[in-house]
Nanobody, 122 residues
Framework: QVQLQESGPGLVKPSQTLSLTCTVSGGSITTNYDYWSWIRQAPGKGLEWMGAIAHSGSTYYSPSLKSRTSIFRDTSKNQFTLQLSSVTTEDTAVYFC??????????????WGQGTQVTVSS
């Protein structure tokens, strides 16, 4: 059973870059057919898929966030990282990492981390 755990700062100042890491255990991020996603949920809103990195290392981004988002991985640590630049208070959300067999991770499919709260505030 693959397990995922998000880590990173819970508070980020406006205009800074948010950086979160997902550590994977019980499976490899280079496993064929798997995609490793970042998803967020802002207060009072639904889940928003942000982007993913494939087992091959290819990356995919939400068009609405593409200009500010970067996802990369460290295969030696079995981790993948989200960076979101120029954050505003609108980026305050619970951030999840997840794995699935499709690019955009689906709720109730694959494996999800427990989520981590990130607040953007000065």
């Amino acid at each position: 059973q693959v397990q995922l755990q998000e880590s990173g700062p819970g508070l980020v100042k406006p205009s800074q870059t948010l950086s979160l890491t997902c550590t994977v255990s019980g499976g490899s991020i280079t496993t064929n057919y798997d995609y490793w996603s970042w998803i967020r949920q802002a207060p009072g809103k639904g889940l928003e898929w942000m982007g993913a990195i494939a087992h091959s290392g290819s990356t995919y981004y939400s068009p609405s966030l593409k200009s500010r988002t970067s996802i990369f991985r460290d295969t030696s640590k079995n981790q993948f990282t989200l960076q979101l630049s120029s954050v505003t208070t609108e980026d305050t959300a619970v951030y999840f990492c997840a794995s699935d067999t499709v690019v955009e991770a689906r709720p109730n499919f694959g494996s999800w981390g427990q989520g981590t709260q990130v607040t953007v505030s000065s």
